[in-house]
């Protein structure tokens, strides 16, 4: 551990670290561009000079390239420094145009900064400067490369660090131009991340342009409710309009960097449907109504039919708040236990995650630095997109990926994949044979093993067989890490609250004693398979209840109906698929954004005390309020962590951590049950998320409508010329969930014998995460 | 005239190729049998250690000790690799070798990658020389069906293919990092170093990088020895000969191969035949585009590496361009600066940017549009690019402006006081 | 025959030459290594390299387009846009200016009507500076169809545009 004296003052800094990363230790900035954190340190920009003036070689570095030495004497505000970086600026400045006014980036421009702090100030270069001609590169991401000062951090961070093979660095000397082989969208699922790397104005969000100041904006440290990953991020708003999202930065999660589902995908928060007013039957009421009458409801109907009359029903996209109140309120009612999940399987697996992996949880700062990582049924851009960046990082440094997945799946590094199919994968896990036998050895010789083991594939039965691999693999020096991608922003939440003994939300429905059901942020008809046994159920209420952000269509059948907030207005926390307690801040009040109140006019034309479209309220709010509780969070969370000391983590908490992992639990004893048998003739079901659109939120997100793709029944080769069937051409397929009618994609990367379709909302009923089931196919009617 | 022994032109007949036959005819490839037939690889390059041999592309690093970090006994794929990418202003020796002698470089290379155990070798030649390339084509061809080249070299036991790899024309590709990247068929900005190719090279592996003539050399070390060698130099540590390519205002602009450590005087007036029209000599660049100028004052400076550093200026690679009195130094200077500023990869903002001012205020000056505020500004600009690019190119570029700004700063003085530059007709 | 090729591609590339650069490809470890080559024998055979050649050339190694792009557009020597039948290449470094290379530059722009950069309008001639040739012993040179023409005067330079006229119309 070297100790060096910077600017007069001393640190120790651990071994290879660099001047930079010292001084930045020492709250000293020197001025940089190209350096980034998680790109590293190339040498391009030369703005971080530094003078050294000890050791063999003295004199004028770049701070970003010397590792540290002990005894190190270095100036960062010397004369030789200063006016090298000053005149870094001025370089940097030749060809810039000075059209900060109305460049996007105004407010929050590295360049704008670094030009200051450089020094520069008066441009004596009075010769041409360059200009290029701008590229469309699609919806999400504006392109402006006069501005550019040739970091290099875009190609870095597209190429490198992302694996995107669309975008690349042409030209040469002063003429570099970044950017496509041709006008056209940006194929990569993490494009927007240009958005956040670029120092200056060359790359903004497209979907942002000109909305906003950044010092405008509000606003807050947040979690991505997109998946169970549950990166950091940054939301802003303004005009009650959520604007933005930029990527926040957990060194154990996502690092600094989100996927383009997380950032271009919070359009649910001011959907035009958005259901914002409270509605008993077909009447408009107020919220303080709604609560009075839900009240009274519940009340009425536990006293006259029985705790088992009212089922409260939670979701794994609200909080961990809400679910807990929800608890509360159950016990507060007199009702039973609420289901914390429609999806019971998916529950049943967040379960094993929660209780009996949750000593070896990884991180994905540990697969970023695994050796070898495991991934078993999971198709990593649809499922956790980050996840696969995180696979990518260990691959450059010489890490080895094996995958085995029914799906083809494509990853932006090298790996390799085996296509197996559900049922195979089963039998690999249960016992394997050689194959298993190999890959059980490759985890013992490992240094830094991790197993990443999908929830929606694998189901319970597949995370039970897990446990036995990544005991085994562990020794004395080092464990083997487990990493569980499940679906939710807050699965592992919900599981974790959970009590064992829950019967799943459609045996109580269908057992009749069901006469309320509460929903709260949860619409079974979307978010769990049978969704036609939950529709005859749920004709069999008295009474349907649902509080929900979004317009579903359950919600406009309700009988009482109260709108809540999503997680941008609101304060709450999820807990992630690595068992890591993240809180997130409010970022907006609700109300309609000017768009909807007057055409995008200002100022509005109509006048009003309260704010237009406000009267959503959070629904741990919501629920405090049904309860009686006073909304403290601080003595909410006290109560939590009383009551279940592995949330002890959530009393430090604050909006903007890297979070803490829950107290881990003792594992449960398993009971592996046998797999269905398959009838002759049929094909293995895979319901698969997409990348876009899967999520609930994302369905109702209108940026992201160009990446969505049609749904269709993908096939092995094999299987397209044994059935007759042709790709493009229409196929019948008779599953468990009903009969669709889908185009056949010829898929040569999947496993054969199996039926893939992408869930993405044209077919809602095929819910990934069901028990592994059975199809018949055949080709297609006649009409086409 | 010295009477030098002519060692890498002593089978150049003008206008003619040598090939195999007339090669062996005149002891080609003895060198080559003496090294896998009676050498290790590990005396091979201490020999060359010995005979102090340094680099030939310009930068003059002493071979044997490059040679030295070369992990040589490591297993595993390793490369040798020719930089063949002569595109400095003012040099074409390599060029004009290989147009005479291909073989030459072929027995070299073969030597040198027995010495440093490397199975694969790579010539990368610039795009104007596509008639060399043929040459090393054919030469290649030759010397595989004579046994000289692949599997098991004069029944040695040491295996050795060799490969031409073309360019497309960027100067930058001559810097070694950049080059192997350009090799690889990535964007040929030259890497970070550590790690050196030597650890880290082509493809990833071990690799060694050396000019044409700095290879062409070896089988004559091998086979003459290293004091020999040594000898042949002019100056006490200096060694072997040198080719120079004359150029510029010279009666005779010719390419020679004479001693290292030969004086200026000498080059010019014996080799060069004087400067043309009867004109008087002004200054020089010694050793291509990036060395700092010589004056009348250096006429017997001994050309060598040691000697002209002591001077301010470079060896380099030996293309000694020459000036006549009636030459404008500010539009010398401007004119090779925009060569620079145009050859620069885009990578560094020195290089990148810093050069395209340099070359704004070389234009306002020789426009007579400058004032002493634009001098003042190009003696800051060179101070503040000089040591702190990436890579040597902007260095390279700085050498002459400082040449301009030590020997003539005056002659800009007077482009600023008439407002008009003082030789313009 | 592969997908690569094709009538589409029989103007880009001869179609043996294609077949060999597959080959080659195929058998390699490190197919990227042979940008500059298939990009060269592209611009040989068709005069520039067009966008199709680009998407060639990154079929052929298996790299996509930008891939090959980036490369295309670094050197000096491969040609992104059309260019005429006979490019010259005038050396415009050191050792060619010391030698009146700017004089022959005015004659070339005079006798061709063209400013570097542009291609006379019969198709036959494109202008473009260079930088140094490795000519500097036979300065002021230019550089066409990879051939060295010096020393020049403005009457060699008259000759050697005649002589090429009179290749083209032959």
């Known amino acids: 551990m070297p100790t060096l004296t910077i600017d007069n003052q001393t640190i120790t800094v651990s071994e290879g670290k660099t001047i930079l990363e010292a001084a930045e230790a020492l709250g000293i900035m020197v001025p940089h561009f190209c350096y980034h954190k998680e790109l590293g340190a190339v040498g391009a920009c030369r703005m971080c000079a530094v003078t050294v003036h000890s050791g063999q070689m003295p004199g004028l570095k770049m701070a970003c390239l010397v590792p540290v030495e002990e005894g190190m004497v270095v100036t960062t505000g010397d004369e030789a420094s200063a006016t090298f970086r000053d005149r870094v600026g001025e370089w940097l400045m030749l060809n810039h145009p000075h059209d900060c006014p109305v460049c996007d980036e105004g407010g929050e421009c590295q360049l704008q900064e670094m030009t200051i702090s450089s020094g520069h100030g008066i441009r004596r270069y009075q010769g041409d400067k360059g200009t290029y001609t701008n590229q469309d590169l699609g919806p999400f991401i504006a392109q402006e490369m006069n501005r550019c000062i040739q970091c290099y951090r875009c190609a870095r961070t597209y190429k490198d660090y992302c694996g995107g093979r669309d975008f690349g660095v042409m030209g040469s000397r002063n003429r570099v131009f970044f950017g496509r082989f041709k006008d056209g969208m940006l194929e990569s699922d993490f494009s927007g991340n240009l958005v956040d790397v670029c120092p200056t104005g060359v790359f903004t969000d497209r979907t942002f342009r000109f909305k906003s100041r950044s010092w405008d904006l509000e606003q807050a440290d947040s979690v991505c409710p997109h998946c169970g990953v549950g990166c950091a991020t940054i939301p802003g708003g303004r005009l009650r309009e959520l604007q933005r999202v930029c990527s926040g930065d957990n060194p154990q999660v996502n690092a600094t960097f989100i996927c383009d589902r997380g950032r271009f995908g919070s359009g649910y928060v001011s959907h035009p449907e958005r259901p914002r007013q409270a509605r008993h039957n077909d009447q408009v009421i107020s919220i303080d109504d709604a609560l009075i009458e839900l009240d009274a409801q519940i009340g009425a109907a536990v006293q006259q039919h029985g705790p088992e009359a009212v089922l409260l029903l939670g979701s794994d996209r609200a909080s961990l708040e809400t679910n807990w109140l929800l608890q509360s309120a159950a016990k507060h009612f007199g009702c039973r236990v609420p289901v914390l999940n429609a999806h019971a399987r998916r529950h049943q697996t967040a379960q094993m995650a929660a209780f009996d992996f949750s000593a070896s949880l990884a991180s994905l700062e540990d697969i970023r630095n695994s050796d070898l990582t495991l991934v078993f049924g999971v198709d990593p851009l649809a499922e956790a997109p980050i996840l696969a960046l995180a696979l990518r990082q260990m691959v450059r440094k010489q890490g080895r990926v094996l995958l085995y997945d029914p799906r083809p799946v494509e990853l932006p590094c090298d790996f390799d994949h085996q296509a197996y199919s559900p049922a195979a994968l089963q039998e690999l896990l249960e016992d394997g044979g050689v194959e298993g036998r190999h890959l059980r050895d490759l985890l013992a010789q490992a240094e830094r093993p991790v197993i990443v083991a999908g929830a929606d594939l694998l189901g319970p039965r597949g995370l039970q067989l897990l446990q036995g691999w990544t005991t085994g693999a562990a020794n004395a020096e080092r464990p083997c890490r487990f990493y569980p991608v499940l679906a939710g922003a807050n699965s592992f939440g919900t599981a974790l609250l959970s009590l064992p003994e829950q019967d799943d939300l459609l045996t109580r429905l269908e057992g009749g004693k069901v006469k309320m059901l509460v929903c709260v942020e949860n619409d079974p008809l979307l978010e769990a398979p049978l969704g036609e046994r939950f529709a005859a159920a749920l004709t069999r209420l008295d009474s349907l209840v649902v509080v929900d952000y979004l317009p579903t269509s359950l919600g406009a059948h309700a009988n009482l109906f109260v709108p809540s907030c999503p997680p941008f207005e609101d304060d709450g926390t999820f807990i992630n698929n690595e068992g890591r307690l993240r809180r997130y801040r409010r970022v907006l009040k609700p109300g309609l954004t000017l768009a909807h109140t007057d055409q995008g006019g200002h100022p509005p034309r109509e006048f009003s005390l309260a704010t237009p479209g406000s009267e959503p309220m959070p629904t741990a709010l919501l629920l405090q309020r049904l309860i009686g509780q006073k909304p403290d969070m601080n003595a909410l969370h006290r109560q939590m962590v009383e009551q279940q000391p592995r949330l002890e983590p959530l009393l430090k908490l604050k909006p903007g951590d890297p979070g803490v992992r829950v107290g881990s639990a003792v594992a449960r004893p398993q009971n592996i049950d046998k797999l269905p048998e398959q009838p002759a003739g049929t094909f293995q079901m895979v319901v698969s998320a997409a990348r876009y659109g899967s999520d609930l939120l994302s369905r109702f997100a209108e940026k992201l409508a160009p990446r969505l793709t049609p749904t269709r029944l993908g096939l092995h080769p094999d299987d397209l010329v044994e059935r007759g069937l042709k790709d493009g051409a229409p196929a019948v397929v008779e599953t468990d969930f009903g009969s669709f009618k889908l185009t056949v994609a010829s898929r040569p990367g999947m496993a054969a014998g199996c039926a893939l379709v992408e869930n993405s909302g044209d077919c809602p009923q095929l819910i990934p995460g069901a028990e592994l089931s059975y199809c018949h196919i055949s080709p297609g009617g006649a009409d086409e | ?425 | ?170």
């Open chain 3, 1 to 170: 025959m592969t997908a690569i090729e094709s009538q589409t591609t029989s103007h880009l590339l001869d179609q043996n030459t294609l077949a060999e650069f597959i080959r080659h490809a195929g058998e390699i470890e490190h197919p990227r290594e042979m940008i500059i080559d298939v990009l060269r024998a592209i611009q040989l055979h068709h005069g520039w390299v067009p966008d199709e050649g680009v998407e060639l050339t990154a079929s052929v190694l298996g790299l996509t387009p930008v891939e090959v792009e980036e490369i295309a557009t670094f050197y000096d020597k491969i040609f992104r846009r059309p260019v005429g039948r006979f490019v010259i290449h005038l050396c415009d470094s050191i050792c060619c200016w010391t030698r009146g290379a700017e004089e022959i530059a005015l004659h070339l722009k005079k006798v061709l009507g063209i400013a570097f950069g542009q291609t006379t309008e019969d198709g036959l001639f494109t202008l473009l500076p260079s930088c140094c040739l490795g000519c500097c012993g036979i300065a002021p040179a230019v550089m066409i169809r990879q051939e060295f023409y010096g020393p020049l005067t403005p009457e060699k330079v008259d000759e050697l545009i005649a002589a090429l006229r009179k290749e083209a119309s032959a």
């Open chain 2, 1 to 425: 005239m010295s009477q030098t022994p002519q060692l890498l032109f002593k089978n150049r007949k003008p206008g003619q190729t040598v090939f195999l036959k007339d090669f062996t005819a005149n002891g080609g490839y003895e060198g080559l049998r003496t090294a896998v037939g009676t050498m290790t690889p590990a005396a091979i390059r201490e020999l060359v250690k010995a005979a102090a041999l340094r680099g030939r592309g310009g930068a003059g690093f002493p071979t044997g000790v490059k040679w030295g970090f070369f992990p040589a006994d490591k297993p595993g794929p390793k490369y040798l690799v020719c930089n063949c990418d002569e595109m400095e202003p003012g040099t074409y020796k390599d060029g004009v070798l290989l147009q005479a002698d291909p073989h030459q470089l072929i027995e070299g290379m073969i030597i040198s990658a027995f010495a440093l155990q490397t199975q694969v070798g790579y010539i990368f030649i610039r795009y104007a020389y596509e008639k060399q390339a043929e040459n090393l084509r054919r030469a290649i061809t030759e010397a595989t069906q004579a046994g000289y080249l692949g599997k098991n070299i004069l029944g040695s036991g040491f295996d050795f293919e060799l490969h031409v790899h073309g360019s497309a024309g960027r100067y930058i590709l001559g810097e070694e990092t950049a080059l192997l990247n350009g090799l690889e068929g990535i964007r040929p900005n030259p890497r970070l170093k550590p790690p050196f190719p030597a650890m880290r090279g082509l493809f990833g592996q071990p690799t060694t990088v050396n000019n044409v003539e700095t290879l062409a050399n070896i089988p004559h070390i091998v086979t003459g020895g290293a004091q020999w060698f040594k000898d042949l130099a002019l100056t006490v540590d200096g060694s072997g000969t040198k080719l120079f390519g004359l150029s510029g205002h010279l009666n005779c602009t010719e390419c020679f191969e004479l001693p290292v450590g030969i004086s200026l005087r000498e080059v010019i007036e014996t080799y060069g035949q004087g400067i043309w029209k009867n004109k008087q000599f002004k200054a020089c660049l010694p050793g291509g585009a990036s060395t700092p100028y010589l004056t009348r004052e250096h006429m017997d400076v001994p050309l060598d590496f040691a000697p002209l550093e002591q001077v301010g200026s470079r060896f380099g690679t030996a293309g000694v361009t020459a000036f006549d009195e009636d030459t404008c130094m500010v539009a010398a200077t401007l004119n090779l600066i925009s060569f620079f500023a145009r050859e620069s990869c885009g990578w560094c903002t020195p290089c990148r940017d810093g050069l395209t001012m340099v070359r704004w205020l070389l234009e306002t000056l020789e426009s007579g549009r400058g004032t002493h505020e634009h001098l003042e500004m190009l003696k800051d600009q060179l101070t503040n690019i000089s040591g702190k690019s990436f890579c040597a190119l902007a260095e390279g570029a700085m050498g002459p402006l400082a040449g301009l700004l030590n020997h003539f700063e005056q002659e800009i003085v007077d482009h600023i006081d008439r407002g008009h530059c003082p030789f313009s007709k």
